[in-house]
């Protein structure tokens, strides 16, 4: 249980510096495309740049100090079984983004509350937190070594 423990403070370190990548990529894309194409574009490009950039990162600091690689899993086929997990955490991503986009759209009490760019960002916060659960169980299960 300790080990498990440890394990989920150092996916949290990792998870948030390479949270502040994507949010800091995906925020930045979206303030400037929000002013030459429509939010629900600019949310999308955003989210796709930022969520990828912080993919590659991720699997390097995440098979470095997070998970113990499986011996019999080469290092090529290691890296796409972490891509299609992630792409599918993108997935997930880009639907919760657009979800909470088209919330905001028809909210009159959202945009009272919220400009564009905030809402986007706590958007980006509530994603991350659903993604980041998903990401921890779907890599402990395909990519670490058993006990």
Same mark, same amino acid.
């Given at each position: 249980m300790k080990k498990l423990?440890?394990?989920?403070?150092?996916?949290g370190f990792v998870g948030g510096v390479c949270f502040l990548i994507d949010f800091a990529i995906s925020t930045g894309i979206f303030h400037l495309m929000n002013y030459v194409t429509s939010r629900n574009v600019a949310t999308a490009v955003g989210g796709f740049f930022g969520f990828t950039i912080s993919v590659v990162i991720?699997?390097?600091?995440?098979?470095k100090f997070v998970f113990e690689r499986k011996e019999d899993l080469s290092r090529k086929k290691?890296?796409?079984i972490f891509v299609v997990l992630s792409? %599918?955490?993108?997935?997930?991503?880009?639907? /919760?983004? =657009?979800?909470c986009s088209v919330c905001y759209e028809a909210s009159a009490a959202l945009t009272a509350i919220?400009?564009?760019?905030?809402?986007?960002?706590?958007?980006?916060?509530?994603?991350?937190?659903?993604?980041? %659960?998903?990401?921890f169980?779907?890599?402990? /299960?395909? =990519?670490e070594k058993k006990a």
């Open positions: 423990l440890e394990q989920i403070i150092k996916f991720n699997y390097i600091l995440s098979m290691e890296f796409v792409l %599918i955490g993108l997935g997930l991503n880009e639907v /919760i983004l =657009l979800s919220f400009n564009a760019t905030l809402w986007f960002a706590v958007s980006k916060i509530i994603a991350t937190a659903i993604v980041m %659960i998903y990401n169980i779907s890599r402990k /299960i395909f =990519l």
